[in-house]
């Protein structure tokens, strides 16, 4: 099972509790942004792209619990930036741990088994390594721009599972990812005994300096179906920490709303708005952040533009989620969705056969200027 018993009831009774108080809007995850910089600089990154004195500036182990204590969710995901470049984060993770909430800490993984090795961190059920792994050896080493760097996170993941830490990775997909390769790598972090995988569409941050590899809307519908299509055999065998109906969203199979309130950031600055994604200014608290930003203002139904390609699980699956909790529809279609996983699909089929005969990833751009030749001669 990707997520224990002790987490699922935690979340289930959680979000029970707030919809039988007739809470509309209440947080699900709290990201909790504890520093921006990082040891890598990929291209589709918006968060590492600010000038150096913010980029040293750091959360007090305070700021988080407070945070936390104020946002009041189950789980917090702690993204950056790479939190293990936090000097307090032993701090951080074990004040969180004693508060009994449920962590996701999202890592590239280069520094991870220089970690573990010299014990910062205790394995506990409250404590997860997200691993960001965005495909295969290349595929994942050219989306982070810089070689090596899946051998060090497979390192790093192998370490944290032997030594009993809860594992999973956490990977977007981008235009041109091609579907087979990425459900052989579904296949080879299975085989590495992670707890689950989490993907996502990427989001075109304003920041990113590479705006050219966010995918639309229906590619995305398009991407996934073709990827999450026809699980058999070994398919069977992958395991998602995700709502399965998040999971049915992405392929095309349900329609939501976003709900950016289910997953606040807070960070450096204050209480992002309106989310994890967007930066329109910062709330002085939580309570502010809820009752004073305009959200009607913002996904698919708004007609911002900015929302308009956004397919996010920071948006979405607390929507998802929602909807499982919402009426005994919901919790059914979830259990279905969790028991028959296979969808067989003949058109997803045909267009991973299609899929296959065409470039992607890395040397695409070079295939289709016809010099993936000429690189090869010059490489060897």
């Known amino acids: 099972m990707p997520v224990p018993l002790s987490q699922m009831w935690t979340v289930a009774s959680y979000v029970l509790s707030q919809r039988l ?17 990082c040891n890598l600089a990929c291209a589709g990154c918006g968060k590492i792209q600010y000038p150096a004195h913010i980029l040293k500036r750091d959360l007090t182990p305070q700021q988080c619990f407070d ?30 741990v004693a508060r009994r909430k449920y962590i996701y800490l999202c890592t ?29 050896l290349e595929d994942h080493d050219f989306a982070v721009c810089r070689e090596g760097t899946f051998v060090k996170a497979v390192e790093g993941i192998r370490l944290a599972v032997k030594m009993g830490f809860r594992v999973t990775t956490n990977t977007t997909l981008f235009e041109g990812a091609d579907p087979n390769a990425v459900r052989a790598f579904f296949d080879e972090m299975m085989a590495l005994g ?30 996934f179906e073709m990827v999450l299509s026809n699980r058999k055999d070994g398919a069977r065998r992958w395991r998602f920490n995700q709502s399965p109906l998040f999971l049915e969203y992405l392929m095309g ?9 289910g997953m606040p950031c807070f960070n450096i600055f204050g209480w992002q708005k309106p989310c994890y994604l967007l930066q329109e200014g910062y709330a002085p608290s939580f309570a502010s952040l809820m009752t004073e930003t305009a959200w009607d203002s913002y996904g698919h139904a708004s007609g911002n533009p900015k929302c308009a390609n956004c397919m996010v699980h920071s948006g979405y699956e607390a929507s998802a989620v929602d909807h499982t909790f919402a009426s005994f ?4 279609a979830t259990v279905k969705a969790m028991l028959f996983d296979t969808y067989a699909s003949p058109r997803a089929r045909k267009s991973l056969v299609e899929a296959s005969k065409k470039p992607h990833g890395p040397r695409a751009h070079l295939v289709q200027l016809g010099l993936a030749e000429d690189v090869a001669s010059a490489r060897s």
């Open 253 to 261: 199979k349900r329609s939501y709303e976003c709900t950016p309130w």
């Open 329 to 332: 529809g919901g919790m059914f």
């Open 194 to 223: 992670v707890e689950g995988m989490m993907i996502s569409p990427g989001y075109a941050y304003d920041k990113a300096p590479d705006q050219t590899k966010f995918l639309k809307h229906q590619a995305t519908n398009d991407l």
């Open 67 to 96: 945070a936390v204590e104020e946002c009041g969710a189950p789980m917090v995901s702690i993204p950056g930036g790479e939190p293990l470049l936090h000097p307090s984060i032993r701090e951080i993770v074990e004040g969180l």
């Open 21 to 37: 108080r007739g809470r509309r809007r209440y947080p699900l995850v709290l990201m909790l942004e504890p520093l921006f910089r």
């Open 108 to 136: 590239n993984a280069l520094l991870l088994k220089e970690k573990l090795e010299a014990g910062l961190f205790k394995p506990s059920k409250y404590l997860t390594f997200s691993v960001h792994m965005d495909g295969q």
